[in-house]
């Protein structure tokens, strides 16, 4: 087994969502079941393309298992995709075939979860290594569910009372894996300062402090509301929960 991963170059935001939709979502469960996928997981690029001035779409497959296995397997597939312009295998025993694509590693690994160790440490890596694939196969459900319709936020309207969106996943999956309002809203806190630093990363500084100037002005303009809410709910017994 060997840690790579697949770089699909596809000709448009449309086609990114119909890879995913068409062909990863039916592959997953060969994949899975396959002597050539220890496990994987998948990111798709074409939504930052507005930030970065791009075309087309793009989508990496992560995983350790067999590589080649894997391509003679599902090439065929590839080829007949309408859309998918290219792919290109990164293996992460070679620092040579990892130069290029999006994607550089600093050494070179024996697997997935060595580098995944490497990069997040003993404990962080083994966890990334284990929670990315089930986010992968959430993801691929959803979409094939949803396809990309639901908003990351809702408005809530008189047909969405509470505003259910995107964002109500991390509520019921929180409830549903036995946390409480602390951890959640600790786990919101978390998320916000970890989005902040890669806003630094991927832009520069001035784009993050913007982000946190704009976050902190809309909490600080919440507590009014807030405070009017709980003076007409002061029970927290309302129709918008």
């Not at 040579?96 to 050494?107: C, F």
Request: hydrophobic share 35%.
């Amino acid at each position: 087994m060997a840690g790579a991963h697949i770089d699909f170059e596809l000709d448009s935001i449309d086609a990114e969502r119909r890879f995913l939709r068409t062909y990863l979502a039916a592959a997953w469960d060969r994949f899975e079941a396959s002597d050539f996928f220890e496990t994987g997981w998948f990111w798709r690029y074409g939504q930052f393309n507005e930030y970065f001035g791009q075309d087309g779409g793009r989508v990496f497959l992560v995983f350790d298992g067999n590589p080649e296995d894997l391509i003679e397997t599902e090439e065929d597939c590839w080829r007949n995709f309408d859309g998918l312009d290219s792919w290109e295998l990164h293996r992460y025993e070679s620092s040579d075939a990892l130069r290029g694509g999006g994607w550089e590693l600093d050494e070179e690994y024996g697997s997935v979860l060595e580098e995944q160790k490497a990069r997040k440490g003993e404990e962080g890596g083994d966890w990334q290594y284990r929670l990315l694939p089930l986010a992968a196969q959430f993801s691929l459900a959803y979409l094939s569910e949803f396809g990309d319709t639901l908003p990351a936020v809702a408005e809530q309207s008189e047909a969405n009372h509470t505003g259910v969106g995107f964002w109500s996943l991390h509520h019921y999956t929180m409830i549903q894996c036995g946390y409480d309002w602390y951890d959640e809203t600790d786990s919101c806190l978390k998320g916000i300062k970890y989005r902040l630093k890669t806003l630094a990363n991927d832009f520069d500084p001035e784009t993050a402090r913007e982000e946190y100037t704009r976050l902190k002005a809309e909490l600080e303009a919440y507590e009014e509301e807030f405070e009017e809410w709980l003076a007409e709910n002061p029970n927290g017994d309302a129709e918008d929960l």
